[in-house]
Every structure is written in C-alpha cells, then in structure tokens.
C-alpha cells in the first residue's frame, strides 16, 4: 500500500534551518509529482512546494518562496524541503501528498 512518512522536524529558532524528508513506498514514486503542505495550529491546511516527476519543475507558496526549496531523489524514493530563515509563522505540521495520499506529519516549532 502507499506509505509517505515525513522525518526532520523539531523546534529552531528564528533565522534557523530544518531539512525534511518524506519516504515513499507503495508506488512508482518517480511516475507522480509530489507535494508539501502544511497546516498551522488553528488554520486550514495549506500547499506549500511541489515538485514534477524529474524535478525540473518547482513551485513555491509566496510565502515560502526564496527560503524554502523542494527537491527529490527518485532512486531513494524520497522527497525534501530545505527551510531557510525560518519564522515563527512557518510552525506547522507539515505533510508530503502524492496521488492524493498523505503522510502522518512531521512537526516544525520555530520560537526563541
């Protein structure tokens, strides 16, 4: 069955950074493009990053784009976000989606 499991979450301060990473299985993973979302405490669930099957193509929340960068390895099966100069506003749990699946969620805390 489809699995995505995100890792790479913790707490960071202000300006800081965090690389996630989402491992997929069940799937040719390569054959879909991929996504990261995020949802805030108190808020909707919104998209983040997605990424094309090759990763030619990127796209970028206004928010996010400039600091964050999504990227994937089709040989690992895996997807990244690399966060840069995070904020308090980027605290979220944030998920991969692929073919309209999700993973459980990895936590992402930006305080001092």
């Known amino acids: 069955q489809v699995q995505l499991v995100e890792s790479g979450g913790g707490l960071v301060q202000p300006g800081g950074s965090l690389r996630l990473s989402c491992a997929a299985s069940g799937f040719t993973f390569s054959s879909y493009p991929v996504y990261w979302h995020r949802q805030a405490p108190g808020k909707e669930r919104e998209w983040v990053a997605s990424?094309?099957?090759?990763?030619?193509?990127?796209n970028y929340a206004d928010s996010v784009k400039g600091r964050f960068t999504i990227s994937r390895d089709n040989a690992k099966n895996t997807l990244y976000l690399q966060m840069n100069i995070l904020k308090p506003e980027d605290t979220a749990v944030y998920y991969c989606?692929?073919?309209?699946?999700w993973g459980q969620g990895t936590q992402v805390t930006v305080s001092s």
């Open positions: 990424i094309s099957t090759t990763g030619g193509t990127k």
């Open positions: 989606m692929a073919r309209g699946y």
